[in-house]
């Protein structure tokens, strides 16, 4: 049954687009490569999609790390006050469900309420457009690049670390040589998971975008003005580079270090110096606070500074918003609650059975294809997800509410699987067969001493699922009918209601940075 849901669900889905293109392949032929009004200006539009989602994510990644190395050194290797609060707060955009975010940073960035008026520009620091798209991804992207350095860099033994100090290297020698060679697997990690969250983003880009067209935003557009051969087409292309990069991730993990050879003693040296590391740490700390923190939830004060605006145009105006709000609401609850349980309960079956089945390759074949839908652009999976259970495919499911839901389940069904994979590695197998040999059947070994033990990662991968699904629009845009989540307001209302959005975007921040915390509090305990 495990293997038969993921299948039908995170597979099928994908390999029907391919399907569905060969079969219509002569329409988007004489569409996109030779039509007779427009030639192959089409084909050239995606092109440029895709050059720009590119040149986004690449530009991204690398600010990423280059800000992101330090900050992860600093809350793995050093101990000071505020520590907590520090690695707290880089959860934060975690929390921002990206419309919210979207919107957060168009009033920070693009209008006279947020930096503009300080540096003498009225209408906005910014306007939107391709560099507004890269500071909203640098901030939405952040997190994953600390997170994936800070574990691995914990894990790095610092016996290393201090013999290469005590035979006279610099700090930063040491960081070069030693620690970053062995943390090489949470570098790659964290750059790819940032690449792809960034090319697959489309919610916060809608917003920031401008005349600005990703690639995400190509297939919604396609699909809303029902181009259904050729959105499928451009969701093919996406589908196609999401898995090449997840090969390219794997390889280049598996195959190459870090080719840092030789020293330079008289340089490292200068920049070894407390004056330097210090220069160091605060200007990553600053970086985090006025280009991620700040930005991204800055809808919270706008909402309090213009409440008498807000509370007039979301509770008092005649078309009643606040009704609209509170359905989004109730919608986007009951589709993440439903897409939860149902990854909580199949994801764990395929755990099990990615750890403790010994299956060989197929193993290994699992553990890669359980990651599909984290590299694939989510505008793109919604797409595959409509042909395949829409009228277009089996005709099962109509857009509307079932169908958000279906598609929630498969992007988030890898979170809640490699989050019960990682948990159940963790699990020492003897005390399983401690319970087997004191005569207790499987079923209750499992459930009295394995599923306390993982209680942690499950409800970990409940919350990520979650938010993960409650803060998703690109993927609901493209299924929801006449269904509306909160995200979908946020991108709806931002241009002709302003306040509104603001309101509903400091709500589902509240919501989902508190499903965090209390993440982080249970994992402590």
Same mark, same amino acid.
């Given at each position: 049954?495990?293997? %038969?849901?993921?299948?039908?669900?995170?597979?099928?889905?994908?390999?029907?687009?391919?399907?569905?293109?060969?079969?219509?392949?002569?329409?988007?032929?004489?569409?996109?490569?030779?039509?007779?009004? $427009?030639?192959?200006?089409?084909?050239?539009?995606?092109?440029?999609?895709?050059?720009?989602?590119?040149?986004?994510?690449?530009?991204?990644?690398?600010?990423? +790390?280059?800000?992101?190395?330090?900050?992860?050194?600093?809350?793995?290797?050093?101990?000071?006050?505020?520590?907590?609060?520090?690695?707290?707060?880089?959860?934060?955009?975690?929390?921002?469900?990206?419309?919210?975010?979207?919107?957060?940073?168009?009033?920070?960035?693009?209008?006279?309420?947020?930096?503009?008026?300080?540096?003498?520009?009225?209408?906005?620091?910014?306007?939107?457009?391709?560099?507004?798209?890269? !500071?909203?991804?640098?901030?939405?992207?952040?997190?994953?690049?600390?997170?994936?350095?800070?574990?691995?860099?914990?894990?790095?033994?610092?016996?290393?670390?201090?013999? $290469?100090?005590?035979?006279?290297?610099?700090?930063?020698?040491?960081?070069?040589?030693?620690?970053?060679?062995?943390?090489?697997?949470?570098?790659? %990690?964290?750059?790819?998971?940032?690449?792809?969250?960034?090319?697959?983003?489309?919610?916060?880009?809608?917003?920031?975008?401008?005349?600005?067209?990703?690639?995400?935003?190509?297939?919604?557009?396609?699909?809303?003005?029902?181009?259904? %051969? *050729?959105?499928?087409?451009?969701?093919?292309?996406?589908?196609?580079?999401?898995?090449?990069?997840?090969?390219?991730?794997?390889?280049?993990?598996?195959?190459?270090?870090?080719?840092?050879?030789?020293?330079?003693?008289?340089?490292?040296?200068?920049? *070894?110096?407390?004056?330097?590391?210090?220069?160091?740490?605060?200007?990553?700390?600053?970086?985090?606070? *006025?280009?991620?923190?700040?930005?991204?939830?800055?809808?919270?004060?706008?909402?309090?500074?213009?409440?008498?605006?807000?509370?007039?145009?979301?509770?008092?105006?005649?078309?009643?918003?606040?009704?609209?709000?509170?359905?989004?609401?109730?919608? $986007?609850?009951?589709?993440? $609650?439903?897409?939860?349980?149902?990854?909580?309960?199949?994801?764990?079956?395929?755990?099990?059975?990615?750890?403790?089945?010994?299956?060989?390759?197929?193993?290994?074949?699992?553990?890669? +294809?359980?990651?599909?839908?984290?590299?694939?652009?989510?505008?793109?999976?919604?797409?595959?997800?409509? !042909?395949?259970?829409?009228?277009?495919?089996?005709?099962?499911?109509?857009?509307?509410?079932?169908?958000?839901?279906?598609?929630?389940?498969?992007?988030?069904?890898?979170?809640?699987?490699?989050?019960?994979?990682?948990? +159940?590695?963790?699990?020492?197998?003897?005390?399983?067969?401690?319970?087997?040999?004191?005569?207790?059947?499987?079923?209750?070994?499992?459930?009295?001493?394995?599923?306390?033990?993982?209680?942690?990662?499950?409800?970990?991968?409940?919350?990520?699922?979650?938010?993960?699904?409650?803060?998703?629009?690109? %993927?609901?845009?493209?299924?929801?009918?006449?269904?509306?989540?909160?995200?979908?307001?946020?991108?709806?209302?931002?241009?002709?209601?302003?306040?509104?959005?603001?309101?509903?975007?400091?709500?589902?921040?509240?919501?989902?940075?508190?499903?965090?915390?209390?993440?982080?509090?249970?994992?402590?305990?």
């Amino acid at each position: 049954m495990t293997l %038969a849901f993921f299948v039908l669900m995170i597979l099928l889905p994908t390999l029907f687009l391919f399907v569905y293109v060969v079969t219509d392949w002569d329409e988007i032929v004489e569409f996109v490569f030779r039509n007779p009004v $427009s030639g192959n200006i089409r084909w050239f539009r995606m092109l440029n999609a895709i050059r720009i989602s590119f040149q986004v994510a690449f530009i991204t990644t690398v600010i990423d +790390l280059v800000v992101g190395v330090p900050l992860a050194l600093l809350l793995a290797r050093y101990e000071f006050k505020g520590r907590r609060l520090l690695d707290a707060l880089v959860d934060l955009p975690m929390g921002v469900p990206s419309a919210a975010l979207g919107a957060s940073m168009v009033l920070f960035w693009a209008t006279g309420y947020g930096l503009g008026p300080l540096f003498g520009r009225p209408a906005g620091l910014l306007t939107r457009g391709f560099w507004l798209i890269v !500071l909203t991804h640098v901030t939405f992207t952040f997190p994953y690049i600390v997170r994936s350095l800070v574990g691995v860099i914990e894990g790095v033994d610092v016996t290393y670390e201090h013999a $290469s100090r005590t035979l006279g290297a610099p700090s930063f020698t040491t960081f070069r040589t030693i620690t970053a060679p062995l943390s090489l697997p949470g570098i790659m %990690a964290g750059a790819i998971l940032a690449f792809t969250r960034s090319l697959g983003e489309t919610g916060a880009t809608m917003i920031v975008a401008g005349l600005v067209e990703t690639a995400p935003l190509a297939v919604v557009a396609m699909h809303e003005r029902r181009l259904v %051969a *050729s959105a499928a087409f451009l969701s093919m292309l996406l589908v196609l580079v999401g898995l090449a990069m997840l090969g390219a991730m794997r390889f280049v993990a598996e195959k190459f270090g870090l080719p840092f050879k030789g020293a330079w003693p008289e340089v490292e040296r200068k920049l *070894s110096g407390k004056p330097q590391r210090a220069l160091r740490d605060i200007g990553t700390i600053s970086f985090l606070g *006025s280009l991620i923190i700040l930005p991204s939830c800055f809808s919270i004060p706008y909402v309090v500074r213009f409440w008498p605006l807000v509370s007039r145009e979301v509770f008092l105006a005649e078309d009643e918003k606040w009704k609209l709000l509170v359905d989004g609401l109730m919608t $986007s609850f009951e589709v993440a $609650s439903l897409a939860t349980a149902v990854n909580l309960v199949l994801g764990l079956c395929m755990a099990i059975i990615i750890v403790r089945r010994d299956w060989g390759r197929f193993n290994k074949l699992l553990d890669m +294809l359980v990651d599909v839908p984290l590299v694939i652009p989510t505008a793109a999976l919604g797409f595959s997800v409509y !042909l395949f259970w829409g009228p277009r495919g089996l005709g099962l499911f109509e857009t509307g509410f079932w169908l958000i839901v279906l598609t929630h389940i498969t992007f988030t069904y890898p979170y809640v699987v490699r989050t019960l994979v990682a948990a +159940l590695r963790s699990v020492d197998p003897s005390l399983e067969e401690a319970a087997r040999t004191l005569g207790a059947p499987p079923l209750t070994a499992f459930r009295t001493v394995v599923l306390p033990l993982i209680g942690p990662g499950l409800f970990a991968g409940a919350v990520m699922a979650f938010t993960r699904s409650l803060s998703e629009t690109g %993927a609901t845009i493209v299924v929801m009918g006449t269904a509306r989540t909160v995200p979908v307001l946020i991108v709806e209302w931002m241009e002709a209601s302003v306040h509104a959005a603001a309101f509903a975007s400091a709500i589902l921040i509240f919501i989902c940075y508190g499903l965090l915390l209390a993440l982080r509090y249970a994992t402590r305990r």
